[in-house]
């Protein structure tokens, strides 16, 4: 934060989005590893949680829950992508948002790609790092996991 942001209050401060890209090359063409990985109420298989849509068609505006006490809801979709917003949970006042997107990768594959981000305006130094160290490690195992189910997936 900046001296001059430092004497604002909190609502007037200009945002500080930290932003968290995870990314893995998986051994699949894009379409065939979406196939097995895209469905959106399948999140906490990756994590080792309970997950689960619980409205919607997998479209914008379906709800998922994650662990039983994290609320997300989709804002954007595209043909091997979704983004969503965090609405309860340990986040939601941050302004959490996630996108999972799979990008063909020519014979090499696809890339899926996982970007967290979220406004750390309001937290302190410590907080910041506590919530880095924190999210990072868990979204780069989700994304390993993400890879191991796709790879594992026999072509239809």
Excluded: C
């Excluded at 004497?7 to 932003?19: G, H, I």
């Excluded at 750390?120 to 506590?130: G, K, N």
């Amino acid at each position: 934060m900046s001296v001059s942001q430092a004497s604002k209050s909190p609502d007037l401060l200009a945002p500080d989005f930290m932003v968290i890209i995870s990314k893995i090359e998986i051994s699949k063409p894009a379409d065939e590893a979406w196939s097995s990985i895209g469905a959106y109420g399948d999140a906490g298989k990756y994590l080792n949680v309970d997950s689960e849509q619980i409205s919607g068609d997998g479209g914008i505006g379906s709800v998922r829950t994650i662990g039983n006490s994290i609320v997300e809801v989709m804002v954007g979709k595209g043909p091997r992508s979704y983004t969503y917003t965090q609405t309860k949970g340990p986040m939601a006042a941050f302004s959490y948002h996630g996108s999972v997107a799979l990008e063909d990768a020519g014979d090499r594959g696809s890339t899926l790609i996982y970007t967290i981000n979220y406004d750390q305006t309001t937290m302190d130094a410590a907080a910041r790092e506590a919530a880095v160290g924190r999210i990072r490690p868990r979204f780069q195992g989700m994304v390993e996991a993400m890879k191991a189910a796709a790879e594992a997936t026999k072509a239809s």
